[in-house]
């Protein structure tokens, strides 16, 4: 009887422990989604999540691409003090050091069952040259599943797959598609671990370019009324559909390979979804869905948000961000209240009561926002540390930034000149006030090096 009761409360707590799925697009932009004002793209199962959950308008990236977003969501901490400011090349000697604890190893120490589905980017590669690599099952996770350990830049989503040669394939048909095979493998993810609390990330691959999408859906898109068009390039003269660079795939604008590879995530979405729905675990689990970066200006916009993937504006570093938790995040709401990705960490700590031994956290939690969005927050600076030796292919600048409520203040390294925004006023950051407004330039400036000196960080 004694362990009858025992075993009943155990069951009882792990069911109160919500299931965290974390569904992270690589490159996607503000704007793309219907939900936030896109009416190429189609994106209705993101969109229905939106309308049952919360949608956030100002939920910010640690950094404007992606190695450095990765290590503020696995630690909690500012990528300028982890020391990963930049995305790390396929032989980089740099590696998120695994004396951190990960935000899967805090989750697993609870009890969950781990698991990642896809990319990691958090480590050169030992395939690639790199002295040595720490891939996420040192950090924690219990499941690796179809992610890279070689280098993942011009994308390859047709199999067999560049960035892992080793990875079998599983769907059937004579093209296997990555977001298809990473939608398969969270699906089964979950049903392997239904009967206990787990964590999976979701970590996609698309839309960072080469965008590629799957035949019958660029079709589809490239008969839309404004399409985006392109030749096909060089390499591909013949248009083969399965091959990097057909036709449409370096459209400006209402891309069509975009948009089929992101309706693919769309679809995986509305999947995950259903059988969360099918085994009942809907009403225990927290489902968000969100970016690393901004999208790349060379193949869509960010707007009504200036610049994109490499720029410290808004279109850089600014994210689309929908959580959906049936009965406890409020639906139908809009937040407004500025975020960042390594508030998550502290945030699913909250949520979910772990607890242990971790690192210093910059984050906060964000919790009580998802029953109220309007709930009073500390109030706080954000700031962005993106050192580079040359301007990114994209066009980003080595530059450094600072949030103060309205106030953005962008200090460039490169020529020692600044840029100031009232966000509140000029969300696009078409004015600048710096001649305005001189004092508060140089009192955000002064925040701003008193906060790289606080973290080390130097360029």
């Not at 989750?107 to 896809?118: C, D, E």
Request: proline content about 7%; glycine content about 10%; some cysteine.
């Amino acid at each position: 009887m004694i362990l009858f009761l025992l075993l009943l409360c155990f069951f009882s707590r792990a069911q109160q422990r919500p299931n965290i799925i974390f569904i992270l697009a690589d490159d996607l932009g503000y704007s793309e989604l219907g939900c936030y004002g896109n009416s190429f793209n189609e994106t209705p199962a993101l969109d229905r999540l939106a309308r049952e959950g919360m949608r956030f308008t100002s939920f910010y990236a640690a950094a404007p691409v992606c190695s450095p977003y990765r290590a503020a969501l696995m630690t909690g901490q500012y990528p300028a003090r982890i020391g990963i400011t930049d995305y790390l090349r396929p032989g980089a000697a740099r590696h998120l050091d695994t004396s951190y604890v990960t935000l899967a190893e805090l989750l697993k120490a609870q009890g969950y069952r781990t698991g990642i589905v896809g990319k990691w980017h958090l480590s050169g590669y030992v395939k690639e040259g790199a002295p040595e690599e720490t891939l996420p099952d040192q950090h924690g996770f219990d499941e690796v599943l179809v992610s890279e350990n070689r280098g993942i830049g011009e994308g390859t989503y047709f199999y067999p797959y560049d960035f892992n040669r080793e990875i079998v394939k599983q769907l059937p048909g004579a093209h296997e598609y990555i977001t298809d095979r990473q939608n398969y493998e969270a699906l089964e993810f979950i049903k392997r671990n239904r009967q206990q609390p787990f964590f999976l990330f979701l970590s996609h691959y698309a839309v960072h370019t080469t965008v590629h999408g799957q035949p019958e859906l660029v079709r589809h898109f490239q008969q839309k009324k404004n399409a985006g068009t392109s030749s096909p390039t060089k390499q591909n003269p013949g248009n083969d559909p399965y091959k990097k660079w057909p036709a449409g795939s370096k459209a400006s604008g209402n891309n069509p390979h975009l948009a089929a590879q992101l309706k693919t995530i769309d679809d995986g979405v509305a999947a995950i979804v259903g059988l969360l729905k099918e085994l009942g675990l809907d009403q225990n689990t927290l489902l968000i869905f969100t970016s690393d970066n901004g999208g790349e200006t060379t193949i869509t916009t960010n707007a009504p948000l200036r610049g994109g993937k490499s720029t410290l504006y808004e279109g850089g570093v600014r994210e689309p961000f929908i959580a959906w938790w049936p009965g406890n995040v409020k639906a139908s709401a809009i937040c407004k209240q500025p975020l960042a990705n390594y508030d998550l960490y502290p945030t699913l700590m909250a949520l979910t009561g772990a607890a242990g031994k971790h690192q210093p956290l910059d984050g906060i939690s964000f919790a009580p926002l998802l029953h109220n969005p309007q709930a009073a927050m500390p109030q706080r600076n954000f700031y962005w540390h993106y050192p580079l030796d040359q301007p990114h292919f994209l066009g980003g600048r080595s530059a450094g930034s600072i949030r103060s409520g309205a106030w953005k203040l962008i200090s460039f390294f490169d020529d020692g000149h600044k840029e100031l925004y009232n966000l509140d006023e000029d969300p696009g950051e078409q004015t600048d006030l710096s001649a305005k407004y001189p004092s508060r330039v140089a009192g955000l400036d002064a925040a701003l090096r008193n906060w790289q000196k606080e973290v080390h960080a130097s360029h």
